[in-house]
């Protein structure tokens, strides 16, 4: 099984779209999702975008998406990339695509000398707070947010090289 990330096109709009619907309603929130096809072309894959896609691919097919934007720390002095979304379809769970996801981006994060790379998590998410806490991240316990820096950043980055 050969998992790909890359960057989402235009022509994925659709895709993304299904994945934010199937998000929302594994998050108990079905009805939540106001975004379309038409939206998504034009916030994500605009001229000058301010949030960004990847999709994740398993021999060609898209099992998954991720949408990031990038912030910036006043304290810092630097940028840091925020993870808005992650999806990985649920029958194509467990094969290592939502840890190649969060390496994709770590790697993205200090390419772009990022000094965070921060995400949000419900609470009663189990599965994703064990994936969390076993890739290496450090839950902000005001604000239920992990973060990947320094070390522990670079060293999840270089497993997937």
């Known amino acids: 099984m050969s998992i790909q990330i890359r960057p989402a096109e235009k022509s994925d709009a659709a895709t993304i779209l299904a994945f934010i619907n199937s998000l929302a ?17 034009k916030k994500l894959f605009c001229e000058h975008p301010t949030a960004h896609a990847l999709i994740c691919e398993q021999d060609g097919e898209a099992i998954g998406f991720a949408v990031y934007f990038f912030n910036y720390s006043t304290w810092l002095g630097k940028h840091g990339l925020y993870l808005e979304d992650l999806y990985v379809s649920q029958d194509k769970r467990g094969n290592g695509a939502g840890k190649a996801i969060m390496q994709y981006l770590a790697q993205l994060a200090l390419e772009k000398d990022c ?23 450090k839950p ?5 947010i992990y973060r990947l820096s320094g070390d522990e950043l670079r060293l999840f980055a270089e497993q997937g090289k």
């Open 115 to 137: 000094g965070r790379f921060e995400w949000v998590v419900l609470d009663w998410n189990k599965p994703a707070i064990d994936f969390y806490d076993s890739i290496g991240a």
């Open 25 to 41: 309603v594994y998050e108990k929130e079905p009805d939540a999702v106001f975004n379309t096809v038409s939206e998504i072309e």
């Open 140 to 144: 902000q316990s005001e604000w239920i």
